[in-house]
């Protein structure tokens, strides 16, 4: 009888052989250009934060997982696992050389995923921090979340002192999308807080991180990196991503150029390309609305407004929808802008400039075409194809030795996007699901996304 590593990865060989050439052709092709890279990641072990500097090259392959949830959700843990197989097995032939797996790789592949990752291509988790606690409605702690006045705050600043779990959402979506079991880990990581949301959510999802790695038998306590605003915050003003920010709303032609990898108009101007956070806290994005002010070709001013908004809901009740309460409206000088320190003006930049700003080589999006939007990744390709043709941030490769280009994309092929095996929905919390070998029977699907190059 097949292990649960070994039958997900033979399926995987099967179906998505074809990811694992890309990657391994992609990552020799750039292989030399990078040799002073170097990165910074983390991981938690034993309920511990521990830095992990890279040195030298590397090629790196981004996943993710969200800070809307404290808990694991089936996508999540597919995405992880589908970005574990797919590293692997691009280390393994890339060390090898290309060729059609024998049974001797599988079981020689068997053993890699026991282990801790290690090789010339590195795993990764983007967490962004920017987003809302609760944005898609499937956080325990929601209610809690809006009653201490934090549901407009970007999660970095959230503070879990006030934070408890909703006793009305458990009981309405017990098995579906939260367990008894993750409710007490939740109540338990709570207790022990140092008052870091994200740490406090991290800290959680490596837990089980590490107990999904015993029945999956393959190692997924992945390295994480926290964007953009952790990021933002350790920066000196000369930072990369202050130098991105800046840049891009230099000017008239610059936010104009921005405008155009998003695919929008200049004539209203109400997009910001990083939206300042109210001095009340406030800094949801998807709560702000701007305007840009421009006299003589330069960025004159931009008004903000945050007003209470409409989040989304989760799969299982489309009337249940999160919120971010929030009311401020000011306006922020466009020097603030053009000459950027988020010390002085605390902002979320928009994900297709602030991307830039890390070492992915690769991608791994989560059912592009079906459950993800297709526009987000043709702005994160465009931006980069523009600033290669300087047209959009100037010179990076010469301030930053940053050689902006497209990474590979790959995506969790839709049709076998894993869900909740009784509802079908794939945000269930991965302690919902009872039937676990129902997951590893539905196999693995990549695909590479060969439009976006």
Not at 1 to 22: A, G, H, I, P
Not at 112 to 129: E, R
Request: net charge neutral; charged share 25%; with cysteine.
């Amino acid at each position: 009888m097949l292990d649960n590593c070994q039958s997900l990865l033979e399926d995987f060989l099967k179906t998505s052989f074809l990811t694992v050439k890309v990657l391994v052709e992609g990552a020799n092709a750039v292989k030399g250009q990078t040799p002073n890279r170097k990165v910074t990641l983390f991981r938690y072990e034993n309920g511990k934060k521990v830095i992990v500097p890279f040195e030298g090259e590397r090629f790196y392959l981004r996943s993710s997982v969200e800070y809307t949830n404290p808990h694991l959700t089936v996508e999540e843990v597919q995405g992880v696992i589908g970005t574990r197989l797919l590293e692997t097995c691009a280390n393994y032939f890339f060390e090898r050389g290309l060729r059609e797996p024998n049974a001797d790789d599988v079981l020689s592949l068997v053993e890699m995923l026991k282990k801790p990752t290690n090789g010339y291509i590195v795993p990764f988790l983007l967490n962004t921090d920017d987003v809302e606690a609760d944005r898609y409605s499937m956080n325990p702690l929601k209610q809690s979340i809006v009653d201490s006045g934090q549901s407009a705050f970007p999660a970095v600043n959230v503070k879990t002192d006030d934070l408890k779990i909703d006793d009305a959402y458990v009981r309405k979506y017990d098995g579906s999308l939260i367990s008894k079991k993750e409710t007490e880990l939740i109540t338990a990581a709570l207790r022990e807080s140092n008052g870091s949301y994200l740490d406090f959510v991290d800290s959680i999802k490596y837990i089980q991180l590490k107990e999904l790695s015993e029945f999956f038998g393959m190692d997924l306590t992945l390295y994480a990196l926290r964007m953009p605003l952790s990021t933002l915050k350790a920066e000196s003003k000369n930072g990369l991503l202050h130098y991105i920010i800046s840049e891009s709303n230099r000017d008239y032609a610059s936010v104009e150029s921005a405008y155009t990898c998003m695919g929008r108009s200049m004539n209203k101007r109400t997009t910001l390309l990083t939206i300042p956070h109210s001095i009340r806290g406030f800094g949801s994005k998807r709560a702000a609305r701007g305007k840009l002010h421009f006299e003589d070709g330069k960025l004159l001013d931009a008004n903000v407004k945050y007003k209470t908004t409409a989040l989304y809901p989760n799969a299982m009740d489309p009337n249940d929808i999160a919120v971010a309460v929030c009311d401020d409206n000011f306006n922020v000088p466009g020097q603030k802008f053009s000459d950027y320190s988020y010390a002085d003006t605390p902002s979320s930049p928009q994900f297709f400039l602030y991307s830039m700003g890390s070492p992915e080589d690769a991608t791994m999006w989560h059912g592009i075409g079906a459950f993800g939007s297709s526009q987000l990744l043709q702005s994160y390709s465009s931006a980069r194809t523009a600033c290669r043709e300087g047209k959009l941030i100037k010179d990076l490769n010469k301030v930053y030795h940053l050689n902006v280009k497209v990474p590979l994309q790959f995506n969790l092929a839709p049709e076998g996007m894993w869900s909740h095996p009784v509802h079908r929905n794939i945000d269930a919390s991965i302690g919902s699901v009872e039937d676990m070998p129902d997951l590893v029977r539905r196999g693995m699907r990549l695909e590479y996304l060969s439009t976006f190059k």
